[in-house]
């Protein structure tokens, strides 16, 4: 429950204690709530197409996709402010090129691939590779990092069911995609976490922060594997990751930096994952889509509350300078959060959809808009605001005895 989870965030950011979560969450409090549209927003990103029959994605390296979704085009000069060097538009009077790939919202998994240049419009094609929150994202650049897939049953864990499934061809291939971009999302968050830990090494940070973070990456490696089994399940065949590609992954982290980066990626980004989890798995009918998303709300907000303790750390021990690029961090990607669109999936059984653990898109906006202004937006508004001395602790982040 939205109410529950802000109580929890509220106690880190104001006292600075870690207490660890076990709650039902969801984006509202009751399971049939928050199905109209907030605002005409929608998740941000469009709907990419199903690979082969029964299946989804492409063989391939880091970010391998099936069929690409619609067209988008924006204008130059916006493309250019996001790309920042080697954005569109020549010097010296050439003629305007677009960059390859554009990715607008620093806490959406969305990326606009393929650029180019089409009647004086930066235009690309989307790919979808999670519609939403998608919890802690692995970003190399400004940009998401994802493996590639490939047919492979190493990934995959026990069956989840051998009854045959009583969907259409449109339905089931499009929920195979649906949980494909989901386990290429957590399979990232597992190197996300991996760097987080190597982070908090290097910036000093308590043992039991380090301690949580470990943990959190373990958690992040059965929501890959569980997600990689549903995906399977629907596709009707074994799918896992191929490689992840590291280069650049790896810089000298500041305090104010890695601050920043665990607003967008954990206050953010996990506490949206949380929540949108919980109202996933508030109409979810199907017996081994809710048992793996129980875990992942679960996981997701102990992963947010990580998050808050980290930044609510940090902020204490940095003052003024690493504030001020957290509130920078807060007002971007709450921002981004706002404004996030996407269109509604065409051709689907909408029941199946929901008992199959996947919201529509205005199911999805109400939940976030809901989250920014019941959570996360008050939340830090408290962190924000309290007093710079050191917090009082950070009990309870120690695994049990």
Not at 227 to 245: E, Q
């Amino acid at each position: 429950m939205n109410r529950e989870l802000r109580a929890r965030i509220m106690h880190i950011v104001g006292a600075g204690v870690f207490t660890g979560l076990s709650l039902a969450l969801g984006c509202q409090d009751d399971a049939g709530g928050g199905a109209e549209t907030a605002g005409g927003a929608g998740g941000a990103g469009g709907t990419g197409g199903a690979g082969e029959e029964g299946g989804a994605g492409a063989q391939g390296g880091s970010g391998g996709q099936g069929e690409v979704g619609e067209t988008r085009c924006f204008p130059p000069e916006e493309v250019r402010a996001d790309a920042g060097a080697g954005g569109a538009g020549g010097a010296g009077g050439s003629a305007a090129t677009c960059p390859s790939q554009y990715h607008p919202n620093p806490v959406s998994c969305v990326v606009y691939e393929n650029g180019r240049l089409e009647d004086g419009q930066c235009c690309y094609d989307t790919n979808n590779l999670g519609v939403g929150a998608c919890g802690r994202p692995f970003f190399v650049g400004g940009e998401p990092r994802l493996a590639g897939v490939e047919a492979r049953a190493d990934w995959v864990l026990a069956a989840a069911a051998d009854a045959p499934l009583a969907l259409d061809p449109a339905t089931r291939a499009a929920l195979a995609e649906a949980w494909l971009a989901d386990a290429r999302l957590e399979h990232a968050s597992v190197a996300s976490f991996a760097r987080f830990t190597l982070d908090l090494l290097a910036l000093g940070a308590p043992p039991a922060l380090i301690d949580a973070a470990q943990r959190a990456l373990s958690d992040e490696l059965h929501h890959a594997r569980a997600c990689f089994t549903l995906a399977s399940r629907y596709a009707g065949r074994s799918l896992g990751p191929g490689m992840l590609a590291l280069d650049g992954a790896l810089d000298a982290p500041t305090l104010a930096g890695a601050a920043a980066s665990a607003v967008r990626e954990g206050c953010v980004g996990e506490t949206l994952a949380a929540l949108q989890a919980g109202a996933q798995r508030s109409r979810a009918r199907d017996p081994d889509v809710r048992r793996a998303l129980d875990r992942i709300a679960a996981d997701e907000a102990a992963h947010a509350e990580l998050a808050w303790a980290f930044v609510r750390w940090a902020v204490a021990r940095g003052g003024e300078p690493v504030r001020a690029a957290v509130a920078r961090a807060f007002d971007e990607a709450l921002a981004a959060v706002r404004a996030a669109r996407g269109p509604e999936r065409a051709g689907i059984d909408a029941a199946a959809w929901h008992d199959h653990g996947r919201l529509t898109e205005a199911e999805r906006a109400r939940c976030h808009l809901d989250a920014v202004r019941e959570v996360i937006a008050p939340c830090a508004e408290a962190l924000l605001s309290a007093p710079p001395a050191a917090p009082a602790g950070i009990a309870g982040l120690d695994a049990p005895a």
